[in-house]
């Protein structure tokens, strides 16, 4: 099971070869309710940390993505065009968005871990 | 931030798994499964809605009557005692207040159903234009909750359950009956564009009304609706929501409501002068509609629509259509629109700073077949 980093506007990311492979939380996913469209930056797009870097529309609203890491776009998940459900689906694995290449590791420190995220879950609720 | 107002049934929808939002101050479920799954259910089968959160007063008295046909631009004196119709309260410059249904209960007795949102300033605005009138205004003694029981099953579902004369049972008429062993009220109304009831029960009665519905209409497709479904079900039907299609800088007659402007009752009414001024002359704005069958993004409440680099007018509603399978949208088109300016048949919409592609399009978007 990979360790996730967690940001306040509920994107989530793991490391992977060196990569942030960047999703939203589930708990996005649930407030969001059915995914109908995600537009997504271009690969090589430069994002410092919280910087909007595409969008993910439901049913019911619209919401920015923010990077949760500052990096350059190595990958995005283009089947997410033809297919946004795997949103819902299975936000962390299938419905991952973008791959970052993750240039300022320092910046781990200051991401929320597992236990943080669900702190503050519980504090919005 | 003050506490928000919890209806009777609050605790069923947390049990029922339902993802609860803020609503004009209400706490109220937005979806129990999925909207799009809650929708098909109301177009295919019928769906539960818990509408509480709206209120319920009654106007009474000897010249109830004679108020009523002050307060609304719709025409009361049509009314037999069980039978509604849909009107607005307006301002005197012809702005809306706020949309309603109003109910003949008896010749002096009528019940006004307005949004969760203005119930308050509906309450102190109509009682405070009752001057002149032998007639007072009363929230409902015995707190009345509200359920919307629609989609094509509803009778199937409901007349075993409820006695109800179905010869007198046309739309927006109200009758008496017994529901779960409570006396209630039965209204053939709803904003779904399904055939439908409303159904006006005390406090005490919905959780026994909510489960026996639920569990009577399960092997007819009845399931829980949240607020999320009834949004884009209104929205397919071209019902007008107020904070969107309906605030009080814009006149029925802009909103396309005309049907339900009598200008010819011989009653004043507040706003008819504004009103009549207005129909003398090209409006100033219209509501319309439009389609994007090609885009997969949806407009939303404030986007801009334009022609060419010109704006022309703001999206109220928008939302990508279930039932049609892509986004549709109600907006404002600033006119004046006449034969030498007529209404564009296409134009395009700022999506977030990217423009696309919209038609023009007659509502409603859906019509059920009947």
């Given at each position: 099971?990979?360790?996730y980093?967690?940001?306040?506007?509920?994107e989530?990311?793991r490391?992977?070869?060196g990569?942030a492979?960047?999703?939203i939380t589930?708990?996005a996913?649930e407030q969001?309710g059915?995914?109908?469209?995600?537009?997504?930056?271009?690969?090589?797009?430069h994002f410092a940390?919280?910087e909007?870097?595409?969008?993910?529309?439901?049913v019911k609203?619209?919401?920015?993505l923010?990077?949760?890491?500052?990096g350059?776009?190595k990958?995005?998940?283009?089947?997410?065009?033809?297919a946004?459900?795997?949103?819902?689906?299975?936000?962390?694995s299938?419905?991952?968005l973008?791959?970052l290449?993750?240039?300022?590791?320092?910046?781990?420190?200051d991401?929320?871990?597992?236990a943080?995220?669900?702190?503050?879950l519980?504090q919005l609720? | 931030m003050?506490?928000?107002q919890?209806?009777?049934?609050?605790a069923r929808?947390?049990?029922?798994g339902?993802?609860?939002?803020?609503?004009?101050g209400?706490?109220?479920?937005?979806?129990?499964?999925?909207?799009?799954?809650?929708?098909?259910?109301?177009?295919?089968a019928?769906?539960?809605f818990?509408?509480s959160?709206?209120g319920v007063?009654?106007l009474?008295?000897?010249?109830?009557?004679?108020a009523?046909?002050?307060l609304?631009?719709?025409?009361?004196?049509?009314?037999q005692p069980?039978?509604?119709?849909?009107?607005q309260?307006?301002?005197?410059s012809?702005g809306?207040?706020?949309?309603l249904?109003?109910?003949?209960l008896t010749?002096?007795?009528?019940?006004l159903?307005?949004?969760?949102?203005?119930r308050?300033?509906?309450f102190h605005?109509?009682?405070?234009?009752l001057?002149?009138?032998e007639a007072r205004?009363?929230r409902?003694p015995?707190?009345?909750?509200i359920l919307?029981?629609q989609?094509?099953?509803?009778l199937d579902?409901?007349?075993?359950?409820?006695?109800l004369?179905?010869?007198?049972?046309?739309?927006?008429?109200?009758?008496?009956?017994t529901?779960?062993?409570?006396t209630?009220?039965i209204?053939?109304?709803?904003?779904t564009?399904?055939?439908?009831?409303?159904i006006?029960a005390?406090?005490a009665?919905l959780?026994?009304i909510?489960?026996?519905l639920l569990?009577s209409?399960?092997p007819?497709g009845?399931?829980?609706?949240?607020?999320?479904?009834?949004?884009?079900?209104?929205?397919e039907a071209?019902?007008p929501?107020?904070?969107?299609?309906l605030?009080?800088?814009?006149?029925?007659?802009?909103?396309?409501?005309?049907?339900s402007?009598?200008?010819?009752?011989?009653d004043d009414?507040?706003g008819?002068?504004?009103?009549q001024?207005?129909?003398?002359a090209?409006?100033?704005k219209k509501?319309v509609g439009?389609?994007?069958?090609?885009s997969?993004?949806?407009?939303r409440?404030g986007?801009?629509?334009?022609?060419?680099?010109q704006?022309i007018g703001?999206?109220?509603?928008?939302?990508?259509?279930?039932?049609?399978?892509?986004?549709?949208g109600?907006?404002?088109?600033?006119?004046p629109?006449?034969?030498?300016r007529?209404?564009?048949?296409?134009?395009?919409?700022?999506?977030?700073?990217?423009?696309?592609?919209?038609?023009?399009v007659k509502?409603?978007?859906y019509?059920?077949?009947?």
């Amino acid at each position: 099971m990979s360790t996730y980093y967690y940001s306040k506007t509920h994107e989530c990311f793991r490391l992977e070869d060196g990569e942030a492979v960047v999703s939203i939380t589930p708990y996005a996913v649930e407030q969001l309710g059915e995914v109908t469209y995600v537009q997504l930056p271009e690969v090589g797009k430069h994002f410092a940390l919280g910087e909007a870097f595409g969008e993910v529309e439901s049913v019911k609203t619209v919401s920015e993505l923010y990077a949760p890491i500052s990096g350059t776009v190595k990958a995005v998940n283009s089947s997410l065009d033809d297919a946004p459900e795997q949103l819902n689906e299975d936000p962390l694995s299938q419905g991952w968005l973008i791959r970052l290449s993750a240039d300022k590791l320092e910046e781990l420190d200051d991401c929320l871990d597992q236990a943080e995220y669900q702190a503050y879950l519980d504090q919005l609720a | 931030m003050s506490e928000p107002q919890r209806t009777p049934l609050n605790a069923r929808h947390k049990a029922a798994g339902a993802r609860m939002v803020d609503f004009g101050g209400w706490e109220m479920p937005v979806q129990y499964t999925s909207i799009l799954a809650e929708h098909a259910a109301v177009r295919e089968a019928a769906g539960l809605f818990d509408v509480s959160h709206m209120g319920v007063f009654e106007l009474s008295g000897p010249d109830a009557l004679a108020a009523g046909q002050y307060l609304v631009p719709n025409d009361l004196a049509r009314l037999q005692p069980g039978q509604g119709l849909y009107t607005q309260l307006c301002n005197p410059s012809g702005g809306v207040l706020d949309d309603l249904l109003i109910f003949a209960l008896t010749p002096t007795c009528f019940w006004l159903v307005v949004n969760a949102g203005n119930r308050e300033s509906d309450f102190h605005w109509v009682s405070s234009q009752l001057g002149g009138f032998e007639a007072r205004l009363c929230r409902k003694p015995d707190p009345l909750g509200i359920l919307a029981l629609q989609g094509p099953r509803t009778l199937d579902i409901l007349t075993p359950l409820a006695p109800l004369n179905l010869d007198t049972f046309k739309p927006f008429s109200i009758q008496q009956s017994t529901l779960a062993g409570h006396t209630v009220w039965i209204s053939r109304s709803g904003y779904t564009g399904e055939d439908g009831v409303e159904i006006y029960a005390p406090h005490a009665a919905l959780e026994p009304i909510w489960d026996l519905l639920l569990s009577s209409g399960q092997p007819a497709g009845l399931v829980p609706v949240g607020l999320g479904a009834r949004d884009t079900l209104r929205l397919e039907a071209a019902m007008p929501l107020y904070g969107h299609e309906l605030d009080d800088q814009t006149s029925p007659l802009e909103a396309g409501l005309g049907w339900s402007v009598k200008l010819s009752k011989s009653d004043d009414f507040i706003g008819k002068a504004a009103l009549q001024a207005m129909q003398a002359a090209p409006l100033p704005k219209k509501r319309v509609g439009f389609s994007m069958p090609g885009s997969k993004r949806a407009p939303r409440q404030g986007y801009t629509l334009y022609s060419g680099e010109q704006p022309i007018g703001q999206v109220t509603s928008g939302s990508l259509s279930p039932t049609l399978g892509y986004p549709i949208g109600m907006a404002y088109l600033d006119g004046p629109w006449t034969a030498d300016r007529p209404l564009p048949d296409s134009f395009e919409v700022d999506i977030r700073g990217q423009r696309y592609p919209a038609q023009l399009v007659k509502l409603p978007f859906y019509r059920r077949n009947r």
